[in-house]
């Protein structure tokens, strides 16, 4: 299987094949059950489809988020890799070279990391400086440790010293911070089950109650008044989802 030679701009998320429709499927998913809760009506989803659209582009998000994390653990795999090679005799442009077909079998052809020492090899074979090709890699994934990597490397590469150390060293200094940050990650996993349970809970007390006692809301649907009451409790229950989103976005970064 052939990896591809585009040049990917991490900042946009490159869709898996079938990926984009299945969440298109789950934010329309989305939408229908807010109609159906909060207003029982079909021309509701006009409206509602904001939400679903907000909704898409949050997963876009969160999946773009969890690409450049893949990204820089990766990448470290790969630079202790050519730390390894330096150490073996290799030059600093070869090491990278060799370095692929270590990251091919422990990640897949197509992993990032593959794809961008593929860009890397052919940068290489029509001259273009290792330094400025890894700047380039730092600039489109937008990935803080791949940016100070390539801040460091150009250095040593303009002053000299042990390439191979410095290398090392760096990638230690990467892994640590993916480390902490999967130490944050499991440190509030139950915080965010509480989160995603809170967030579902009001859907099962009124699915609850509605099975148990059927018409017992119908007054608050397809009249001005419940309408109005019902816009007012969609607002206060997406409110409330961002704010939770917002504070643990916020715990996350303190922690970090």
Known sequence: MKTSSKRQDYHDYAWKKGERARTVLLCAGVTGILSYFFYRSFLALIPLSVVGAAAFGLIRK???????EELAGQFRECI??????????????????????????????EAPICRELKLIKRGLHINMPLEGLLVDMAR?????????????????????????????????QIGGRIELRQEIQM????????LTIMKIMPFGILLYIDMGNPGYFDT??????????????LGLYLGAYLLGEHIMKGIMADMA
Do not use: P
Request: hydrophobic share 45%; charged share 20%; net charge positive.
């Open 220 to 233: 608050l649907y397809h009249n001005i008044v419940g309408i109005a009451v019902m816009t007012g409790c």
């Open 187 to 194: 440190l509030l996993g139950g915080k965010k089950m509480e």
């Open 62 to 68: 969160q999946k773009l988020e969890k690409a450049k």
């Open 80 to 109: 202790l890799a050519v730390a390894t090679s330096l150490q073996a005799g290799y030059s600093v442009e070869n090491a990278f070279l060799e370095c692929r077909q270590d990251m091919a079998l422990m990640y897949g052809e």
């Open 140 to 172: 489109r994934s937008g990935c803080e440790e791949i940016a100070q990597f390539a801040q460091i490397f150009a250095l040593a590469k303009r002053n000299g010293g042990n390439m191979a150390e410095i290398i090392r060293n760096s990638a230690n």
